[in-house]
T-cell receptor
Framework: GNSVTQMEGPVTLSEEAFLTINCTYT??????LFWYVQYPGEGLQLLLK?????DKGSNKGFEATYRKETTSFHLEKGSVQVSDSAVYFC???????????FGTGTRLAVRP | DAEITQSPRHKITETGRQVTLACHQT?????MFWYRQDLGHGLRLIHY???????NKGEVSDGYSVSRSNTEDLPLTLESAASSQTSVYFC????????????????FGPGTRLTVL
């Protein structure tokens, strides 16, 4: 079946540090890939997405590239801010359906 | 602005009681989903619906039920609450496009924290 594996957290960084959160997936066919972010006390919201191989999703300084050869969709940001502290979820959606499969989430804490 | 709301935001109940969590969306989306969030498991799908009168089981559906009598609402019922159902519950909705090209974005409610004692 489909699955998403994320690096375990928490990830603790100083402000302006470089961020990478690893995500790999297992799926048949050509899924769409997503990063969702959950700020404290809130629901999830879409951060970025990519729908086909080599697509790059980007938003708010975050980027992720759909790598079919390595089945990965790693999240990166060049310079994190305290306001980026949140839990980040990688997810996939099969091309034939509407359900999302989520990873376990990675908590990011950014120190001033 | 369109939104998705959940109520109550917090609920404490006792083992064996029936509990219903409400989810209401004004996006006019066809698709609605219920997830539970637990440490170490991320979000797991409980039930989902692709339209009125349609309901489907997700990966952790035992002990839960849903009904879809209109587009806006998908209430989640715990028939007989158990301590293992203590969790944070999220409702989500998404648009279903015609001709099989469903949109990708799910919109989430703020969550309901349920404690079963």
């Amino acid at each position: 079946g489909n699955s998403v594996t994320q690096m375990e957290g928490p990830v603790t960084l100083s402000e302006e540090a470089f961020l990478t959160i690893n995500c790999t997936y297992t799926a048949t066919g050509y899924p769409s890939l997503f990063w969702y972010v959950q700020y404290p006390g809130e629901g999830l919201q879409l951060l970025l997405k990519a729908t086909k191989a080599d697509d790059k999703g980007s938003n708010k300084g975050f980027e992720a590239t759909y790598r079919k050869e390595t089945t990965s969709f790693h999240l990166e940001k060049g310079s994190v801010q305290v306001s980026d502290s949140a839990v980040y979820f990688c997810a996939l959606k099969k091309s034939s359906g509407d359900k999302l499969t989520f990873g376990t989430g990675t908590r990011l804490a950014v120190r001033p | 602005d369109a939104e998705i709301t959940q109520s109550p935001r917090h609920k404490i109940t006792e083992t064996g009681r029936q509990v219903t969590l409400a989810c209401h969306q004004t996006w006019n989306h066809n698709n609605m989903f219920w997830y539970r969030q637990d440490l170490g498991h991320g979000l797991r799908l409980i039930h989902y619906s692709y339209g009125v009168q349609d309901t489907n089981k997700g990966e952790v559906s035992d002990g839960y039920s849903v009904s879809r009598s209109n587009t806006e609402d998908l209430p989640l019922t715990l028939e007989s609450a158990a301590s293992s159902q203590t969790s944070v519950y999220f409702c989500a909705s998404s648009e279903r496009l015609i001709a099989g090209g469903a949109t990708d974005t799910q919109y989430f409610g703020p969550g309901t924290r349920l404690t079963v004692l």
